[in-house]
């Protein structure tokens, strides 16, 4: 039907370091309404740190989602979730500099998924 919202997407992701930093992975996983697994992708980074993996897993997440398809995202990085949520505006009224007014760490990751994020429900 036109004009009708796209029903909202159960998506989940991940991202691990064995040693921080040390081998690394991220992971993305879309269910359909009965939360079974529809589509995933997963990949490794080489040696990162866990927050990249996990900033790495969501970036690659919503990359792969069409922009207006509502998305509930369930993850398990406090990091991730704050540096996107709460953390951010602070970061780019400051000029990418923390409360300490040292740089921001994994920046580009960050400032993309700011991108990614912009216009969408999530």
Do not use: F, H
Not at 26 to 31: F, I, L, N, S
Not at 53 to 68: F, G, N, Q, S
Not at 84 to 97: C, D, N
Not at 105 to 111: T, W
């Amino acid at each position: 039907m036109i004009g009708r919202m796209p029903e909202r997407v159960v998506a989940a992701c991940d991202g691990a370091s064995k040693g921080n930093p040390g081998p690394a992975g991220w992971a993305w996983v879309v269910a359909d309404g009965d939360e079974t697994p529809t589509r995933w992708e997963a990949g490794p980074l080489g040696t990162a740190t866990n927050n990249v993996a996990e900033l790495t897993a969501l970036e690659r997440l919503l990359t792969a989602m069409a922009p207006d398809v509502p998305l509930e995202i369930r993850m398990d990085s406090q990091y991730a979730m704050k540096a996107v949520t709460t953390w951010l505006p602070g970061w780019k009224r400051k000029g990418w500099k923390t409360a300490a007014g040292k740089p921001v760490a994994n920046q580009e990751l960050v400032a993309r998924i700011d991108e990614l994020l912009t216009g969408r429900s999530v």
